[in-house]
């Protein structure tokens, strides 16, 4: 066997059989990706939900639409009652003709909806009651706006954002964990280059960030989460590649510094957590000030996140890789010299 | 022993650390074949001499020779020669015993049956499949020299193995040394134990503060001593003044338990004993190596 396969071999298995590390790796992000699923699930799709008292061809015309959710009452008092206490932003009492819409002051934005719709629904049974042919026609049609349901920005984001931690994390604790106990300068005195003790790290390193892809794609695409695939999203593996290196070199920088595997653990949430939240891992950064957007632009994770967003969710195409390709590429170039430079053997 | 057939040829080196030298001028050869070692109190300078001529640190001044070639800058050449058990064990994270050797051994090229063969030379056998952190102190100590010895090298550095290891794994530890020494490599290892350099070495350097003392076998130093072999006889088997009066004998003192004779000529002395059927509880210690270090420093020796 060839030092090289051996040596990915010795550290996978050394991977795989330390739970620590295995739970951090998979467990850790899959927690938030499931945690976060499950909360923001109804965000977006969720529908106003109003009290209906009686029924009639504006209530039918309306349920049928859709446009809105119909709770049924019997009793008119209890149904101002819910509006009152808050639970329901308005109260729709159908007494014949006569349609009354009794509504909470406290929140305009939902009442206005629903006034609209109503109102909508009452014009269209009028002009119908006519007779007449509509003198102007509308249509609506559904688009497909940047705005995404939240499944669909948290699993790119959660999916780099893992894939940097066990990379950071995974190569700054081999190097400081290595160096400490001395099994760099015994790999020194053997006859191997240090290309391939550092491919064959690389390697693992990398299998192991597809690993994760695939785990929490699959677990993201299942009905309760409903995570829902573009076709270009095998572009996803070369940017969870490229992802990989760029990270293993941040993390050679930070076992560079660290003495004990303890300083080199903090030393890398320091750099990473704040990346993460700026990134947009756990939330839009579109939605952020705009200064805070232009911050975000200097770590190397908004950007793997934006390529991922693209080809995963978004579909686009491959011209949508060159620009976080580029920069990931450009920083595993810079942070790799850097951490060759200060690089120690031993202690 | 010419200077073509040493192992190990080291002259008039030198390493400081600040003010402090570690190494200060030490020079000494080691012939193919030998149990050399290296013996001192901690911060003797023991590791830096053995690790510089591993070729893991370069001396300040001095020269080093491995069969010939220097080993400073890393000599791809050399390295598949020399096994090295550093004095931190070092091994893979969570990998078994075996998996650590067939590990090591790959580096170099090995196929995986020597790992078991290995394992069967420091006695381990049984333990291929535990885990590395799961061993004993004298355990990892073994597979250490296991992984050091994997791909056959011709030469063998070793740093304090023994150290921390209870008595009967000491022992075992000897045993394995002494394999390995007849299977033809040279072994270079240090130790701050007296009595076993005494027992394993071919030749000891004894170090202090960056110096070499004195170098010879074992033996030879104590004799060099010139220091009393002391005979201790149960007490009332033969007065202070019998004793005394023995060929031999140089003096003799009695206490509550025992009567001890001090001769720097044992033979008639022992067969005087015999003669007259004193033997009762007859123990005899010579000088050891514990004696050289305090003629040579003034203190005792404390590891
Ligand atoms: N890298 C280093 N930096 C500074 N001092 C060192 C270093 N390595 C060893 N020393 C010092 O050099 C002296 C000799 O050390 P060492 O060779 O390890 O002794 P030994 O192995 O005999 O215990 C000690 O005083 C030690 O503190
Ligand atoms: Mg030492």
């Known amino acids: 066997m060839t030092a090289f396969k051996t040596l990915s071999v010795a550290m996978l298995k050394g991977f795989i059989r330390d739970k620590v590390t295995l739970f951090f790796t998979f467990l850790f992000p899959l927690m938030f990706l499931i945690i976060f699923g499950l909360i923001l699930r109804d965000v977006g799709a969720d529908k106003t939900r109003i009290a209906v008292v009686g029924d009639g061809p504006i209530v039918s015309a309306l349920r049928d639409s859709g446009a809105l959710e119909l709770e049924s009452y ?7 009652q819910k509006v009152k206490d808050g639970d329901l932003p308005a109260a729709l009492i159908i007494r014949g003709q006569q349609l009354d819409v009794r509504f909470a002051q406290s929140d305009q934005v939902k009442s206005a909806t629903v006034l609209g719709i109503v109102n909508g629904f009452v014009d269209k049974a009028n002009l119908a009651a006519t007779g007449q042919p509509p003198k102007f026609t509308f249509a609506a049609e559904k688009v497909e706006d940047a705005s995404l349901k939240p499944i669909q920005f948290l699993t790119p984001g959660i999916l780099s954002w893992g894939v940097a931690v066990s990379a950071v994390f995974g190569s700054a604790l081999t190097l400081v964990s290595w160096r400490r106990k001395q099994v760099l300068r015994r790999i020194r005195l053997a006859p191997v280059s240090a290309a391939s003790v550092l491919s064959s790290r690389i390697l693992v390193s990398t299998g192991v960030a597809l690993v994760q892809g695939a785990i929490f794609i699959g677990i993201a695409s299942l009905p309760v989460f409903g995570l829902r695939l573009s076709g270009s999203w095998w572009l996803a593996i070369p940017l969870l590649l490229l992802g990989t290196i760029a990270f293993f070199a941040l993390g050679m920088l930070v076992g560079a510094f660290a003495k004990t595997e303890e300083a080199a653990s903090a030393a890398a949430n320091i750099v990473v957590l704040p990346m993460a939240f700026l990134s947009g891992t756990f939330f839009p950064v579109d939605q952020a000030p705009a200064w805070l957007q232009t911050v975000s632009k200097i770590f190397p994770l908004r950007h793997m996140n934006d390529g991922m967003l693209d080809v995963l969710v978004r579909g686009k195409g491959i011209e949508a890789l060159a620009m976080p390709a580029a920069i990931l590429v450009g920083f595993s170039l810079v942070v790799g010299f850097l951490a060759s430079r200060v690089f120690k053997w031993e202690e | 022993m010419t200077e073509e057939r040493s192992a190990v040829v080291v002259r008039d080196d030198r390493k400081s650390y600040g003010e402090l030298k570690a190494v200060d001028g030490v020079s000494f050869t080691v012939a193919e074949g030998e149990f050399f070692g290296i013996l001192g109190p901690n911060g003797a300078g023991k590791t830096t001499t053995l690790e510089i001529i591993e070729g893991l640190r370069e001396p300040d001044s001095g020269e080093v020779r491995l069969f010939g070639e220097s080993p400073w800058p890393r000599n791809v050449k050399l390295l598949p020669r020399i096994g090295v058990q550093l004095q931190a064990t070092s091994f893979f994270d969570k990998l078994t015993a075996k998996e650590q050797l067939q590990t090591f051994g790959s580096l170099y090229g090995v196929s995986r049956a020597t790992a078991a063969d290995m394992l069967e030379l420091v006695g381990l056998a049984d333990k291929a499949n535990e885990q590395e952190n799961k ?14 010895l994997v791909h056959d090298p011709d030469i063998v550095f070793l740093d304090e193995p023994t150290a921390a290891l209870d008595p009967q794994a000491r022992r075992n530890l000897w045993d394995v040394l002494r394999a390995i020494q007849e299977r033809g490599k040279t072994i270079v290892y240090t130790t701050h134990y007296l009595d076993e350099a005494e027992i394993l070495c071919d030749r000891v350097a004894i170090m202090d503060n960056g110096k070499i003392l004195a170098l010879d076998p ?8 010139d220091a009393p072999t002391h005979v201790t006889l149960q007490k009332g088997v033969l007065s202070v003044v019998d004793a005394s009066s023995l060929d031999g004998v ?17 033979a008639p002395v022992l067969s005087a004993l015999a003669d007259r059927g004193a033997l009762d509880g007859l123990q005899v210690r010579t000088a050891t190596l514990e004696d050289v270090f305090l003629n040579l420093t003034g203190r005792e020796y404390r590891a």
């Open chain 1, 74 to 80: 019997n009793d008119v008092d209890a149904a101002v």
């Open chain 2, 135 to 148: 061993l004993s102190g004298g355990q990892r100590q073994r597979l250490s020299i296991a992984c050091a």
């Open chain 2, 218 to 225: 074992p033996a030879v130093l104590v004799r060099g001593l």
């Open chain 2, 250 to 266: 140089d003096e003799a003192h009695e206490n509550e338990v025992s009567l001890t004779i001090s001769t720097r000529r044992p």
